[in-house]
């Protein structure tokens, strides 16, 4: 096969300079020993020598500036290939002489102090076989072939000198390495910066192949493939479409058999012979469930069992059901039918059917419901006990009413569930919320307001000792409040009830507002306490008549930050309190001597009244109200 004496370089070695450089380190025509600073300034060029046709390298900085470049005998050449900023390069016209090359740039030309020089002319005039397969032998004919000491083949396969077979002048031979590829043949002088001469033609390195690529449809994990073709002694490696390497077996080089395993999916199978070269030899669609059925498809609840028929049910992994978040594994399973459990939380939808391919298919699915038929009674008062009644009712854990107000199930039965209907309870339609997240709307409940004292809102949780203030309605029909079957003091003003909570309750209790016309309970949640007990009573003040001494001693741990508490109860009208030093009795801080309570009433602690308190101690006193304790906390 005959090829253009085509030479390519790669520079031979770092030659000195001179001319102009015009980075700021350089003066004149000193050479710029450091690489690449800046400017415009040439470094390095090579190879030299060089052959003709071959390429030659110019290394520095702001060579992406060179406009051309001029070599002994020959037109300038402004075929500039740029590489980077720093390096350009040049095929060496045929027509070159040795000496000195100049750059032409922006800033004035750049001259070389060492003049460029040729290689003997090496050439490739052919070789033979122009088709090869790996551990083929190789002749390649040509010039000056005994300056060679490497040859390349694509993709970077190098075969050095030392594994030549014959080495001669106008001859090499070699055996082709596995894993050379079809390209170009390049020759290399091997130095450090290598002469590189290109074959004009490629060699054709034969590859695996087939006449025909597989297409498999309908696969399953397990299926064997069956591959035929030429030259398959040659494949290191069987790659399925996710990337994965699979085992195979080599029947002989034109046939090749491997089993698809559980992770494949669609896509293109290939073989991969030393060189890297992936050839398709297969394309694989896999196996999804057709035709499915679901058995029962509606009412369905928890823990049922649904059937599921069809064809290819052996190819599913797990189940999504809608509103579960982690799949669900089949029971049993065979090609056309499975079986599953229905997990509590499910909900209607579409009951996802994961494949181990990655793919899905879906059959839609229908949850049991409650049914309402009525209401006991009919027409319910806010606060009392309603009985709903109906069908699947055991499927509900709690009842939103109309007004936004959800509250918990009482106690409940497929037919039955009661609820205790809350004071902002509307009348309208309520909701049954659903153990798996599902609502059913009910029909309409007509609701009345109770004609005795009720609460608008009630608490969530209160502070032990506090003093609470609650919305309330019909306040005139209000008589007593009792908190753990306690009756406690409070004070009514218009729609607003002050409760004194006692300091020694905490925990789960019973709040009830007892009326000249009926009853009306509340759950009420106490939680904390009110401190360090510093002051027990009763201590009825009078009218400034009696006072409660407390100690020095009481306030020894006493940090700044902390709170006094004063519980009160007896509340009348014109009730004041008063902080005092407990032993000059003039007001412990501003403000504290005199002032008006309607409850409860607090002094924080700052460093001037920790000092006072340590000192000589506190005087709680007033007017008109009973001191029931003193807390700090």
């Given amino acids: ?138 002749t390649i004919e040509g010039e000056y072939l005994n300056l060679i000491h490497e040859v390349i083949f694509a993709d970077e396969v190098v075969v050095s000198e030392d594994n030549f077979i014959t080495h001669e002048r106008n001859t090499i031979q070699l055996v082709v390495p596995q894993e050379a ?123 049922d069992e649904i059937v599921l028929t069809g064809t290819n049910l052996d190819v599913v992994t797990d189940l999504s059901f809608p509103g579960v978040d982690e799949a669900i594994v089949p029971t049993a399973q065979s090609e056309h039918e499975l079986k599953v459990v229905m997990p509590e939380k499910a909900q209607s939808g579409n009951l996802i059917l994961n494949t181990k391919s990655g793919k899905q298919v879906s059959v839609t699915i229908e949850t049991l419901k409650p049914q309402v038929e009525s209401y006991t009674p009919s027409s319910v008062p806010a606060g009392e006990s309603l009985q709903i009644n109906g069908q699947n009712l055991d499927l509900v854990t709690s009842v939103t009413f109309n007004g936004g107000q959800t509250v918990e199930i009482t106690s409940s039965s497929a037919q039955h569930l009661s609820v205790v209907v809350p004071m902002q309870a509307e009348t309208g339609n309520i909701v049954l919320n659903m153990h798996n997240g599902e609502q059913v709307e009910a029909p309409s409940l007509s609701i009345s307001k109770p004609q005795c004292c009720y609460l608008v809102n009630v608490p969530d949780k209160v502070e032990a000792g506090a003093l609470l203030e609650l919305d309330v309605a019909n306040g005139d029909k209000l008589e007593r409040v009792m908190i753990a079957g306690n009756q406690v003091q409070f004070i009514l003003r218009d729609t607003k009830l002050l409760i004194s909570l006692p300091a020694d309750v905490v925990g789960s209790v019973n709040l009830e507002l007892i009326s000249s016309n009926g009853t009306i309970s509340y759950p009420l949640e106490i939680t904390g306490s009110m401190g360090t007990l510093i002051f027990e009573g009763p201590l009825d003040t009078g009218s400034w008549s009696s006072y409660a001494q407390i100690p020095s001693a009481s306030f020894a741990a006493a940090q700044v930050g902390q709170v006094i508490t004063v519980v009160v109860s007896n509340l009348q009208s014109g009730a004041q309190g008063s902080f005092k030093n407990g032993s000059t009795w003039g007001a412990i801080a501003p403000g504290m001597e005199y002032f008006t309570i309607d409850g409860n009433f607090s002094l924080t602690i700052t460093q001037d009244v920790l000092t006072q308190l340590q000192a000589g101690g506190l005087i709680v006193s007033g007017q008109n109200y009973t001191i029931e304790s003193v807390y700090i906390k």
Wanted: proline share 7%; charged share 20%; glycine share 10%.
């Fill in 1 to 138: 096969m005959k090829t253009n004496k085509l030479s390519v370089l790669c520079l031979a070695g770092a030659l000195l300079l001179t001319g102009v450089s015009f980075t700021s380190c350089l003066k004149g025509d000193e050479v710029d020993t450091n690489q690449y600073i800046g400017g415009i300034s040439l470094n390095v060029f090579g190879p030299s020598p060089v052959a003709r046709g071959g390429e030659l390298r110019f290394l520095g900085s702001g060579m992406n500036q060179v406009t051309a470049v001029v070599l002994p005998g020959c037109a300038d050449v402004t075929d500039i290939k740029v590489i980077s900023d720093t390096e350009i390069r040049i095929t060496v016209p045929q027509e070159a002489q040795p000496g000195l090359v100049t750059l032409r740039t922006p800033n004035g030309d750049i001259t070389t102090k060492t003049e460029l020089t040729f290689t003997e002319p090496i050439s490739i005039d052919s070789f033979t076989p122009s088709a090869v397969l790996p551990g083929d032998e190789l």
């Fill in 181 to 303: 590829q079809t390209g170009q043949i390049i020759l290399s002088d091997g130095e450090e910066l290598p002469n590189l001469i290109y074959s004009e033609d490629e060699l054709v390195v034969t590859l695996p192949s087939v006449e025909n690529v597989v297409n498999k449809e309908n696969a399953k994990p397990g299926d064997l493939v069956e591959i035929s073709g030429q030259h398959l002694d040659l494949v290191r490696q069987v790659i399925i479409p996710d990337g994965t390497e699979v085992e195979f077996t080599l029947n002989n080089s034109t046939e090749i058999t491997f089993t698809l395993p559980e992770n494949t999916s669609d896509g293109d199978i290939v073989v991969v012979p030393a060189s890297g070269v992936e050839v398709v030899v297969a394309h694989v669609s896999m196996a999804v469930p057709t035709d499915v059925a679901a058995a029962p498809a509606s009412g369905l609840r928890g823990g």
